[in-house]
T-cell receptor
């Protein structure tokens, strides 16, 4: 079935450094790839997304890249700040049959001051 | 997002009890979803509904049932709760196939003793 693998499961970086989280999806029919940030005790919130017809998208310190051939996409956070500490989830929306979202297992990012 | 609400926010129940979790939205979205979140497992889809007359099983539907009472309301039931259903439950909504963003409710923390 459809699957999304996410790595690493935990990531610690020094404040000001960059963080990269990677996801690989299995369903080549996937066409939409959102990233969510979940702070402790809160709901997942969309931070950036990318569609399959685009290779890269950037929003201030956050960027996402997509490699359709390899079926992987990555989240890049530059100049990390303590408030970036959270759990980040990637997801892929499949268009096979019905439009379902398959989530990765999450990355706990800790930004050390 | 205040447009997607869930009740109750916290619930403690006993094994064998029937329990219902409710989700309401004022976003006018046609699509609604129920997810379960467990540590290290990310968000797993329980059921989803693309309109009032459309209900679909997700990857972990066993032990759960749903009801789409109206476009704005989607309820999740545990007919006979068991301890391994202890988890954080999220409702989410989205609008049609072309607008892909999912919006999550605040979550319901369910504990089954």
């Amino acid at each position: 079935g459809e699957n999304v693998e996410q790595h690493p499961s935990t990531l610690s970086v020094q404040e000001g450094d960059s963080a990269v989280i990677k996801c690989t999806y299995s369903d080549s029919a996937s066409n939409y790839f959102p990233w969510y940030k979940q702070e402790l005790g809160k709901r997942p919130q969309l931070i950036i997304d990318i569609r399959s017809n685009v290779g890269e998208k950037k929003d201030q310190r956050i960027a996402v890249t997509l490699n359709k051939t390899a079926k992987h996409f990555s989240l890049h956070i530059t100049e990390t700040q303590p408030e970036d500490s959270a759990v980040y989830f990637c997801a892929a929306r499949t268009t096979s049959g019905t439009y379902k979202y398959i989530f990765g297992t999450g990355t706990r990012l800790k930004v050390l001051a | 997002d205040a447009d997607v609400t869930q009740t109750p926010r916290n619930r403690i129940t006993k094994t064998g009890k029937r329990i219902m979790l409710e989700c309401s939205q004022t976003k006018g979205h046609d699509r609604m979803y129920w997810y379960r979140q467990d540590p290290g497992l990310g968000l797993r889809l329980i059921y989803y509904s693309f309109d009032v007359k459309d209900i679909n099983k997700g990857e972990i539907s066993d032990g759960y049932s749903v009801s789409r009472q109206a476009q704005a309301k989607f309820s999740l039931s545990l007919e006979s709760a068991i301890p391994n259903q202890t988890a954080l439950y999220f409702c989410a909504t989205s609008k049609g196939p072309s607008q892909s963003t999912q919006y999550f409710g605040p979550g319901t923390r369910l504990t089954v003793l």
